[in-house]
């Protein structure tokens, strides 16, 4: 039977503002990573976090393509905690996870 588990590629539409970015990382390399480990929590993890931890205009189409990170919140000023969804530490720590990944080595910033 068929999963109706909607796919992570849902979360970074094509000629999305977040192409290149660490959502577009992370969804691409827990995409590979389900496509040989259907049940991995890894996978599951990084679906919801991206729920979270994502920009403004993959999560709100048609929005003004604003690539702060919508899950870290505002600071004590009322401005955005993150104002580069690449720069959020959830996403940063998460990437850390798909560290075999070939591409990791962008994203690779993170300390342990």
Same mark, same amino acid.
């Given at each position: 039977? *068929?999963?109706?588990? +909607?796919?992570?590629? /849902?979360?970074? +539409?094509?000629?999305? +503002? $977040?192409?290149?970015?660490?959502?577009?990382? %992370?969804?691409?390399?827990?995409? *590979?990573? *389900?496509?040989?480990? #259907?049940?991995?929590?890894?996978?599951?993890?990084?679906?919801? @976090?991206?729920? %979270?931890?994502?920009?403004?205009?993959?999560?709100?189409?048609?929005?003004?393509?604003? &690539? $702060?990170? %919508?899950?870290?919140? @505002?600071? +004590?000023?009322?401005?955005?905690? /993150? /104002?580069?969804?690449?720069?959020? #530490?959830? @996403? &940063?720590? @998460?990437?850390?996870?798909?560290?075999?990944? #070939? *591409?990791?080595? &962008?994203?690779?910033?993170?300390?342990?």
């Amino acid at each position: 039977m *068929e999963s109706t588990k +909607p796919s992570l590629g /849902t979360l970074v +539409p094509e000629e999305s +503002p $977040s192409e290149g970015t660490i959502v577009a990382f %992370i969804e691409k390399a827990a995409q *590979e990573l *389900e496509e040989r480990e #259907p049940h991995s929590r890894l996978v599951r993890l990084a679906f919801r @976090l991206l729920r %979270i931890h994502n920009t403004h205009a993959n999560l709100h189409r048609g929005s003004d393509g604003d &690539m $702060s990170c %919508i899950g870290c919140g @505002l600071n +004590p000023l009322g401005e955005r905690a /993150t /104002t580069h969804v690449n720069d959020c #530490p959830t @996403l &940063m720590v @998460l990437a850390g996870a798909f560290s075999g990944h #070939p *591409e990791y080595g &962008m994203w690779a910033r993170v300390s342990a």
